[in-house]
């Protein structure tokens, strides 16, 4: 980072003063036109750069890294722990494809191991159950030269995997090549076998119709309005209920946020058997090879600024990078005969301002060129960073990509597609620093940067079904993506949104958060809401990002803080005064969340407005001593106790004591997890503050919102462990949940259910 910093420092004296800003174009053109010996030294910094960034790179070290794993994974897949019972069983096998992934990864681009890798963990994923990707494995092994003489075995895998998965086509193709293989005895008894699989599975598919797996659009409730000087906002075309999907819209961008490995097409969050690009130093990742496939497009021109490491570096522009190589294809047509990059830019800007047609969907690019940016509000110094930035992707693609060949066609010089894709990227940068989102989901609590959630084989029974007691360890929100979603981002901003935004993968999914109205306008919050924030808290970044002073109707009313002081009520501990207040905010303070700050902070004292006493608040401290100490029973006996004093000091649903129960949960399931077992009392007591506490989180963020679902792992848990009482409405009501879960993790919990929960 700091070469990135020292090169941008050099390049930002090269092109001092900047010009007043008119627009993207105009700014990046600039750039391009330097003076000759300015403008030399200027490219040739970035150049440097690009060169310096390429880090060595020994393919034997990577083919001996991966074949230790690989040996690791041999050892313990072999190891016979069939005595153990079969979760022990499980353990193993999952302990493997968890071990031979590793060599996967680390095999890089060093095929004789990586063919070797692949094949390995595809017998042990087709033993765990996960077949579709084992018979992945198994075409990637055969990809990467795995040795001739031995591909009959993994054919075989893969016929058996085909079987599995009831694919006739697949099936037929295997068995087809087997038979021109020569083979002994044994693998040609296999193969008539397989052959008679096959025609059962034939004669049973003209039985059964094919599943229409259409995907499922909610029905269109809202309706996008333009009007002059407003803009363009979206309202509601007729009454919507709360909780309905309103819309989903599918992201044709996205990128991993903190270089996460997810899948970089579909953005699957909970992979078994990652296939990376071998290329790019284990910092891309698939589910399967259908996504590398679909991603080839645009990964081939990303690939040389992973290995570079370059493209963490550029932040928010990396997005943008992506938003261009995507759309690219769908704008070409229309900048083909354009003369020289100023005509291109007309273009843009022209295709920006057009309406939309009512009679057809409006395509994602246009869409995205359709957003609104604040780069011209934007200070100086950060104009001129997305400006190096986007200069430096330029170059990139020039210089360590063939990307510019596609427009040696085109009327326009090479030199103005070069300019005009600068431009691009910038602009792109511009619209995503309002409109960029973040999309999340449910994660394995604590999991290692190069772990996967799925080959946790203390988590998982088998494919997709935890072991009892382990729900909540699937409980952590993680941000995962920085995408792209034109639609939703037509949105206007409000402190009460009507919508909540859940992500299923790269697919955002809107539901109404409260009853719409026909004709009432549809708003999105930016920034924490208005139960969740002071105005003086959430008006600073609408102020600097979104460059407005929010005047929604929470925040104009007289007293816009009264929907976040409400979790916010103490008694007094005076005992001559116990007045019920609410701390009055001091001129700097932006929470009332005393808690968090470290003790001697000044913020960090309360005070009753009605007898002045400061608050002690000696209890806290009593509280975080026993959660210290709640491996031992008579120490959890007192808590649970300490936890039902709290309702003298903490009123309603505070938002202290929805934390503190939190802390409870927490803390005594981490002492199950290290083996310390509860007995019925716990149960009862757990059940009751979680109770309390997703009651205090549904009136705080709501009943359907990712925190609330988060929570509700642990209280399936104890459902599901103590066989203790609880109403087929309670049962009912949290099944309902499931709806507002990401499809991966829907499955997830569903089994979960079924397995331990539902009681016949
Ligand atoms: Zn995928
Ligand atoms: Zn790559
Ligand atoms: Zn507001
Ligand atoms: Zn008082």
Redesign the pocket.
């Known amino acids: 980072m700091d070469r990135l910093a020292k090169v941008f420092t050099q390049q930002d004296e090269l092109i001092a003063p900047v010009a007043a800003y008119q627009n993207e174009y105009e700014a990046i053109k600039a750039l391009h036109s330097l003076p000759g010996e300015k403008r030399q030294h200027f490219q040739e910094l970035t150049l440097k750069l690009l060169d310096d960034l390429e880090q060595p790179h020994i393919r034997e070290s990577c083919a001996e890294r991966s074949r230790q794993w690989r040996e690791q994974g041999n050892l313990l897949f072999r190891s016979s722990s069939k005595d153990l019972g079969s979760d022990a069983d499980a353990e193993r096998v999952l302990g493997a494809c968890r071990l031979y992934t590793k060599a996967v990864l680390a095999a890089e681009d060093a095929e004789s191991e990586l063919c070797l890798a692949f094949a390995n963990r595809g017998m042990a994923l087709q033993e765990y159950g996960y077949y579709q990707e084992a018979y992945d494995d198994c075409a990637n092994a055969l990809d990467c030269g795995y040795p001739v003489k031995l591909q009959h075995k993994v054919i075989f895998r893969q016929a058996h995997c085909a079987w599995k998965l009831k694919r006739i086509e697949q099936l037929a193709e295997h068995i087809l090549c087997l038979e021109k293989l020569e083979l002994n005895e044994s693998f040609r008894q296999q193969l008539e076998d397989l052959k008679r699989s096959l025609e059962l599975l034939q004669s049973q598919s003209s039985n059964d119709k094919s599943v229409n797996d259409q995907e499922k659009t909610g029905p269109i409730h809202e309706i996008v309005t333009e009007s002059g000087s407003r803009g363009r906002y979206m309202i509601a075309k007729e009454a919507i209920p709360q909780g309905k999907i309103i819309f989903r819209e599918q992201a044709t961008c996205f990128v991993p946020l903190e270089q996460r490995l997810i899948?970089q097409?579909?953005?699957?969050s909970l992979l078994c058997a990652p296939i990376p690009c071998p290329q790019c130093r284990q910092r891309v990742v698939?589910?399967?090879r259908?996504?590398r496939e679909r991603h080839k497009p645009i990964h081939k021109f990303e690939c040389a600024a992973y290995r570079k490491d370059l493209l963490k570096m550029v932040g928010v522009s990396h997005l943008a990078l992506r938003m261009v190589l995507s759309y690219m294809p769908s704008m070409l047509p229309k900048l083909q005969e354009c003369p020289d990059s100023s005509e291109m830019w007309a273009t843009i800007t022209t295709l920006a301002k057009g309406a939309d047609n009512e009679n057809e969907p409006t395509p994602q690019y246009l869409q995205s060129l359709r957003m609104i940016s604040h780069l011209d509000k934007a200070p100086q110094a950060e104009l001129v960073y997305h400006m190096l930035c986007a200069n430096l992707l330029q170059l990139y693609l020039k210089d360590c990509t063939n990307f510019f060949d596609q427009f040696q066609a085109m009327t326009a010089p090479i030199e103005d597609w070069h300019l005009f894709l600068a431009a691009l990227i910038l602009r792109s940068a511009g619209q995503l620093l309002v409109n960029g989102h973040v999309g999340d989901a449910l994660l394995p609590v604590d999991l290692e940067a190069s772990e996967f959630g799925l080959l946790q084989p203390e988590m998982w029974l088998k494919p997709r079904h935890l072991k009892l007691g382990q729900m909540h360890n699937l409980s952590q929100t993680e941000p995962l993506t920085a995408i792209n979603l034109p639609y939703l981002s037509l949105c206007n901003h409000a402190c009460a949104p009507s919508i909540r935004t859940k992500f299923d993968g790269c697919t955002a999914v809107c539901q109404s958060a409260v009853e719409l109205e026909a004709g009432e306008e549809i708003f999105n919050c930016y920034t924490m809401d208005y139960k969740r924030s002071m105005i003086r808290q959430r008006s600073q970044p609408l102020q600097q990002v979104y460059k407005f002073d929010c005047s929604c109707e929470k925040c104009t009313r007289s007293d816009p803080d009264q929907d976040y002081l409400k979790f916010h009520r103490y008694r007094c501990e005076n005992p001559n005064c116990l007045q019920e207040f609410v701390p009055k905010p001091l001129p700097h303070q932006t929470n009332l969340n005393w808690w968090m700050h470290p003790p001697d902070a000044t913020v960090a004292s309360v005070c009753c407005p009605v007898c002045k006493e400061t608050q002690a608040f000696s209890w806290y401290n009593d509280f975080l001593c026993l959660i210290d100490c709640c491996g031992e029973a008579k120490a959890r006996r007192a808590l649970y106790k300490a936890f039902d004093g709290l309702d003298k000091w903490l009123l309603e649903h505070h938002i202290l004591k929805g934390k503190l129960a939190e802390m409870i949960i927490e803390a005594c399931f981490a002492e199950m997890d290290e083996g310390c077992v509860l007995d019925d009392v716990d149960y009862e007591n757990l059940m009751r503050i979680i109770g309390t506490q997703l009651e205090g989180t549904a009136a705080h963020s709501g009943g359907t919102s990712m925190e609330y679902l988060s929570q509700m792992t642990y209280l399936w848990d104890l459902w599901a462990l103590s066989k203790c009482k609880r109403s087929d409405q309670q049962q009912q009501e949290m099944r309902g949940k499931l709806e507002y879960l990401a499809g991966e993790q829907r499955e997830i919990f569903e089994n979960y259910y079924n397995d331990f929960i539902v009681q016949q």
Do not use: V
Request: charged share 0%.
């Open positions: 899948c097409q579909c953005a699957a698939y589910c399967s259908q996504c």
